[in-house]
C-alpha cells in the first residue's frame, strides 16, 4: 500500500515539503510521483494537496 498522484495534480510541491520521509516529489512531468516503497502511508501529503490528488492507493 502507498499513496498514488492522480491528474489532478498541478505541481505545486506542497506534499514534498509535508513528507516525512521524502517519498513524494514533484518530477520532470511537473507532477507528483509517491515513491512506493518509501512511503510509510502517514497521509501527510493528502491532508496538504490543494487539489486532493493524493489518494490512498
Ligand atoms: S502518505 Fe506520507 S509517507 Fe506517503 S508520500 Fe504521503 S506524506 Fe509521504
Ligand atoms: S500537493 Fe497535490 S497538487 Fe501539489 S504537487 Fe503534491 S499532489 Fe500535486
Sequence with gaps: M???VTDACV???ACEGA???GAVKVGDAGVAV???GTCIDC???EG???TG???PE
Design 2 to 4: 502507498a499513496h498514488k
Design 11 to 13: 505541481g505545486c510541491g
Design 19 to 21: 513528507c516525512p520521509v
Design 34 to 36: 509517491v515513491d512506493a
Design 43 to 45: 497521509g501527510a501529503c
Design 48 to 50: 496538504v494537496c490543494p
Design 53 to 55: 490528488a493524493i489518494q
